[in-house]
């Protein structure tokens, strides 16, 4: 009998454990892991640091909720509001997983606003739960629950015109990612979201950035936010945040932190003491080996090494890199598991996308680039 109720189609193996940037099956086969557990092994596989914080974290007190004042959660909230200066977002509150991350920030917007409408992207994903779920443009997933989403108006992506025919004033908030994962690595020129924010400010439509894949350091600065020149009202995080313990963060500006009254957000699990000593043992990480700037440096030299017959071209910033295939990608993402490196498929069948540990091994690079140059074009 197999009991368990699965998600997603798994790999063709039993995995066993994580070292680094890869992952090893029960015989002992390892892959280089481009596909990051979905996009969440942001120091590696069990980095030796996260793994000391949470075993001494866990022997002291494994769970209190915040009914219990704790010096880790306060330590937590403020090395990761310090790693935000310069986004414009300098108060915390703690779920547990992105949708969550997403769903609060998005009551939030409704409450304090008034308004009942909210806006979005085409090719925009943002979560499972209902709110979440309204905004995310994916009818595979959303139609079954139809009459139960919230009122949303869903605008082309990147397009600069269409930004203008909508009544902002109308909107409680506009959620947008600085990069669309999901969608296949779709970007926008930093002016688009300039405008989004200009619009968002001058109709008091509060700006949701959802950077659940792209913050932490991945697109080689801190959060996306900062590299297309914006400071949001909320930036919402999960995925990597505490390195694969269950974590989410709703970050916001002071003025919205100071306007919240006690009860107005709440989560059993969520700023658990095992998870912020994994945020802090994260953030250690980064700072320790300059994670950041060694995003930007790989992404930066994967997109220059990769196209050739196979890879056309390669969008994304950073490590959250998706590769434009001449043929179907499905043909390269068997080519390199075949040569023991995980990568992500995507929506679109002509993309293969990549979002590897931050501190992936000059061998894992070689790895790609050789393996990328090795299928011939058929
Ligand atoms: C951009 C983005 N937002 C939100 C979510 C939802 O996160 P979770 O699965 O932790 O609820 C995801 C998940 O893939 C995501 O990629």
Same mark, same amino acid.
Not at 90 to 104: D, K, P
């Given at each position: 009998?197999?009991?368990?109720?699965?998600?997603?189609?798994?790999?063709?193996?039993?995995?066993?454990?994580?070292?680094?940037?890869?992952?090893?099956?029960?015989?002992?086969?390892?892959?280089?892991?481009?596909?990051?557990?979905?996009?969440?092994?942001?120091?590696?596989?069990?980095?030796?640091?996260?793994?000391? /914080?949470?075993?001494?974290?866990?022997?002291?007190?494994? +769970?209190?909720?915040?009914?219990?004042?704790?010096?880790?959660?306060?330590?937590?909230?403020?090395?990761?509001? &310090?790693?935000?200066?310069?986004?414009?977002?300098?108060?915390?509150?703690?779920?547990?997983?992105?949708? &969550?991350?997403?769903?609060?920030?998005?009551?939030?917007?409704?409450?304090?606003?008034?308004?009942?409408?909210?806006?979005?992207?085409?090719?925009?994903?943002?979560?499972?739960?209902?709110?979440?779920?309204?905004?995310?443009?994916?009818?595979?997933?959303?139609?079954?629950?139809?009459?139960?989403?919230?009122?949303?108006?869903?605008?082309?992506?990147?397009?600069?015109?269409?930004?203008?025919?909508?009544?902002?004033?109308?909107?409680?908030?506009?959620?947008?990612?600085?990069?669309?994962?999901?969608?296949?690595?779709?970007?926008?020129?930093?002016?688009?979201?300039?405008?989004?924010?200009?619009?968002?400010?001058?109709?008091?439509?509060?700006?949701?950035?959802?950077?659940?894949?792209?913050?932490?350091?991945?697109? %080689?600065?801190?959060?996306?936010?900062?590299?297309?020149?914006?400071?949001?009202?909320?930036?919402?995080?999960?995925?990597?945040?505490?390195?694969?313990?269950?974590?989410?963060?709703?970050?916001?500006?002071?003025?919205?932190?100071?306007?919240?009254?006690?009860?107005?957000? %709440?989560?059993? +699990?969520?700023?658990?003491?095992?998870?912020?000593?994994?945020?802090?043992?994260?953030?250690?990480?980064?700072?320790?080996?300059?994670?950041?700037?060694?995003?930007?440096?790989?992404?930066?030299?994967?997109?220059?090494?990769?196209?050739?017959?196979?890879?056309?071209?390669?969008?994304?910033?950073?490590?959250?890199?998706?590769?434009?295939?001449?043929?179907?990608?499905?043909?390269?993402?068997?080519?390199?598991? /075949?040569?023991?490196?995980?990568?992500?498929?995507?929506?679109?069948?002509?993309?293969?996308?990549?979002?590897?540990?931050?501190?992936?091994?000059?061998?894992?690079?070689?790895?790609?680039?050789? /393996?990328?140059?090795?299928?011939?074009?058929?």
């Amino acid at each position: 009998m197999n009991a368990l109720v699965s998600g997603y189609q798994p790999f063709p193996f039993l995995l066993d454990r994580g070292v680094g940037d890869r992952v090893y099956d029960t015989s002992g086969k390892s892959w280089f892991d481009y596909y990051g557990g979905h996009c969440v092994a942001l120091t590696g596989h069990s980095h030796p640091t996260v793994v000391a /914080a949470i075993s001494a974290q866990a022997s002291r007190l494994l +769970f209190y909720s915040t009914a219990g004042e704790l010096a880790i959660r306060d330590q937590a909230a403020d090395a990761l509001a &310090e790693f935000a200066q310069g986004a414009g977002v300098s108060r915390v509150f703690f779920v547990n997983s992105g949708a &969550e991350a997403n769903e609060n920030a998005l009551k939030l917007a409704l409450k304090l606003s008034g308004r009942k409408r909210l806006l979005s992207f085409e090719g925009g994903w943002h979560g499972r739960t209902l709110l979440a779920l309204s905004v995310t443009d994916d009818p595979s997933i959303s139609a079954p629950y139809e009459n139960q989403l919230a009122d949303v108006q869903r605008l082309p992506f990147a397009d600069l015109e269409a930004l203008e025919t909508v009544p902002w004033s109308e909107f409680a908030a506009v959620i947008v990612e600085p990069i669309q994962s999901m969608a296949g690595i779709r970007t926008a020129p930093a002016a688009w979201f300039k405008r989004v924010a200009q619009l968002a400010r001058a109709h008091g439509c509060f700006l949701i950035c959802d950077e659940i894949q792209t913050g932490m350091g991945r697109l %080689g600065s801190p959060f996306g936010a900062q590299l297309m020149g914006i400071q949001p009202d909320f930036i919402t995080l999960a995925k990597g945040l505490a390195s694969g313990v269950p974590m989410g963060a709703v970050l916001m500006s002071d003025a919205i932190g100071s306007s919240l009254a006690p009860g107005d957000l %709440g989560s059993t +699990f969520g700023g658990g003491p095992l998870a912020c000593a994994a945020l802090l043992a994260t953030l250690q990480v980064i700072a320790d080996e300059n994670l950041v700037e060694r995003a930007a440096a790989l992404g930066a030299r994967l997109k220059q090494e990769l196209p050739g017959p196979w890879v056309q071209h390669v969008r994304g910033e950073g490590l959250l890199l998706g590769l434009q295939t001449s043929q179907q990608a499905a043909r390269l993402r068997a080519h390199l598991y /075949a040569r023991g490196m995980l990568s992500g498929a995507a929506v679109d069948p002509w993309l293969l996308r990549l979002m590897p540990p931050l501190n992936l091994s000059e061998a894992a690079v070689t790895a790609m680039i050789e /393996a990328c140059a090795t299928l011939e074009a058929a």
